[in-house]
């Protein structure tokens, strides 16, 4: 098409979306999104999927979100990684990916456990099959606590039971942020660090960070999510015309476990063709370029 919108982060069923690919990629098309990356937590095996199943019209991006952290004066951060067009044989990235899920497994269970112990009346094999063989993620979690009538929203789990803070908090053992800026780029990946600004992330993501980081192989910075303020924006937009990093923009598309739409933030063409020039994998995009 001669011209493109493109949102490069969306969520399917292989992760914590609740949409098959193609029902994602269906959904853009209907948004008038010519051009989506799905992007699973700790996975590539919604790829194949999403290849068969991909529409007419639709372009699509392979990725993944890497659960990854920095320590800031003696306090860990979670901040997640977007990783476009890489090699999923790569051994160093697949094993690391491997690592992950098998924490979120153990790690779920041991939030679920806690509930338990609690009296909150979910349970392991629930949540488990509402997974249905995903990496497990706290969005899971709180479908069985909607499935309980305990919350009304996974939205609303996420203040009150799944949070943070909360009791039943456990946190995951993600990979240091520049040990999985390397895998990423040695699997031919462009990394581009997401949602930057939101929650937790935000305390320890100034400038210097992104300098630093930019030093250590990262290569773009999504600037437009849901969770960013105007100002979040337009720092983002200075730090990453002066580091030079990629500039994306893109919903975190989650079906209905979250309420945003596919399509609500987008990346403009030419930041798209940076990553594609930057990918060296040997992993294309799928379907029209331009
Ligand atoms: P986890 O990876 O298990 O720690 O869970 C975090 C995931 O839950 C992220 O991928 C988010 O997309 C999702 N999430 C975080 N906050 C919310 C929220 N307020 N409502 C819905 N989903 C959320
Ligand atoms: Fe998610
Ligand atoms: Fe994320
Ligand atoms: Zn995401």
Request: net charge negative; hydrophobic share 45%.
């Amino acid at each position: 098409p001669a011209s493109m919108t493109i949102d490069l982060h969306a969520h399917s069923v292989f992760s914590d979306g609740t949409d098959t690919p193609g029902e994602v990629m269906a959904c853009a098309l209907a948004a008038g999104v010519t051009t989506v990356a799905i992007v699973d937590h700790d996975t590539t095996d919604g790829w194949a999927t999403a290849e068969a199943d991909r529409p007419d019209g639709v372009t699509l991006v392979r990725g993944a979100e890497l659960s990854t952290h920095v320590v800031v004066d003696g306090r860990r951060f979670s901040i997640h990684l977007l990783a476009y067009l890489f090699s999923p044989s790569v051994t160093g990235i697949a094993v690391e990916m491997a690592r992950l899920r098998a924490d979120r497994l153990q790690r779920g269970l041991a939030i679920v456990g806690r509930m338990v112990d609690a009296g909150v009346p979910i349970s392991a094999a629930q949540v488990l099959d509402i997974a249905g063989g995903a990496p497990v993620g706290r969005p899971h979690i709180g479908r069985a606590l909607m499935e309980r009538g305990l919350v009304g929203s996974v939205t609303e789990a996420f203040s009150s039971y799944l949070s943070a803070r909360g009791p039943f908090y456990v946190s995951k053992a993600d990979t240091p942020l520049d040990r999985a800026i390397a895998l990423v780029r040695d699997a031919g990946g462009v990394p581009v660090i997401a949602h930057s600004r939101s929650r937790g992330a935000a305390a320890v993501t100034d400038e210097a960070f992104f300098a630093r980081y930019a030093e250590a192989g990262l290569m773009g910075v999504e600037v437009d999510h849901p969770d960013h303020d105007a100002a979040a924006r337009i720092d983002l937009r200075r730090i990453a015309s002066k580091y030079r990093l990629i500039m994306t923009g893109s919903s975190d598309y989650h079906g209905t476990n979250k309420t945003v739409s596919i399509g609500q933030e987008t990346t403009a063409a030419e930041e798209l063709a940076a990553i594609l020039a930057g990918a060296s994998g040997g992993v294309g995009v799928l379907g029209p370029v331009r």
